[in-house]
T-cell receptor, first 113, second 114 residues
Framework: DSGVTQTPKHLITATGQRVTLRCSPR?????VYWYQQSLDQGLQFLIH???????AKGNILERFSAQQFPDLHSELNLSSLELGDSALYFC????????????FGEGSWLTVV | AQSVTQPDIHITVSEGASLELRCNYS??????LFWYVQSPGQGLQLLLK??????LVQGIKGFEAEFKRSQSSFNLRKPSVHWSDAAEYFC????????????FGKGTKLSVKP
């Protein structure tokens, strides 16, 4: 158990809908990272937040957004869902802003039908 | 552009046999390199990482990896594979100086024969 908690573990939704994935980082960790793992694209970095502020963006679609709250949990919002958004979404956390090992949660499986 | 290539999609080895998983990277500066393992239904677990110094890096679960700059490689090895090592293995390179902003290879699935 990495200490990173993600909910929900599984989610099935229809095209065009919007979902929110939640991540609670390890106790004391200020950084949260989001990754997408799909069959087509593999593992891709989406976005990084540190202490509530966005620090880096990767291959995140405009239909997707994220935020980190004062209690340091983070949410990834996915809207206007398409079939191709079906994937495993990982959250990871670390203590610092860049120089620390990151720890991954078990992921949220999203199926868009 | 930065990239990581894992040439083998799937490898099968017998239990007790040695293992080598290949990883090649493309990165302009000195790379920060990682190996992660993903068991079915689990998140990614860090096996080992290389930043600088000794090019042979020891990790958890008896794994080691060797950084070879001349070959742009960072291959993962284990002298004797156990059935519990069956999983998917990912090589990654850090970008932007951040251990959290990673470019991953496509992964190598390891099956272990009894």
């Amino acid at each position: 158990d990495s200490g990173v908690t993600q909910t929900p573990k599984h989610l099935i939704t229809a095209t065009g809908q919007r979902v929110t994935l939640r991540c609670s980082p390890r106790s004391g960790d200020l950084s949260v990272y989001w990754y997408q793992q799909s069959l087509d694209q593999g593992l891709q970095f989406l976005i990084h937040y540190y202490n509530g502020e966005e620090r880096a963006k990767g291959n995140i679609l405009e239909r997707f957004s994220a935020q980190q709250f004062p209690d340091l949990h983070s949410e990834l919002n996915l809207s206007s869902l398409e079939l191709g958004d079906s994937a495993l979404y990982f959250c990871a956390s670390s203590v610092g802003i860049s120089g620390n090992t990151i720890y991954f949660g078990e992921g949220s499986w999203l199926t868009v039908v | 552009a930065q990239s990581v290539t894992q040439p083998d999609i799937h490898i099968t080895v017998s239990e007790g046999a040695s293992l080598e998983l290949r990883c090649n990277y493309s990165y302009g500066a000195t790379p920060y390199l990682f190996w992660y393992v993903q068991s079915p239904g689990q998140g990614l677990q860090l096996l080992l990482k290389y930043f600088s110094g000794d090019t042979l890096v020891q990790g958890i679960k008896g794994f080691e990896a060797e950084f070879k700059r001349s070959q742009s490689s960072f291959n993962l090895r284990k002298p004797s594979v156990h059935w519990s090592d069956a999983a998917e293995y990912f090589c990654a390179v850090a970008t932007g100086g951040s251990q959290g902003n990673l470019i991953f290879g496509k992964g190598t699935k390891l099956s272990v024969k009894p």
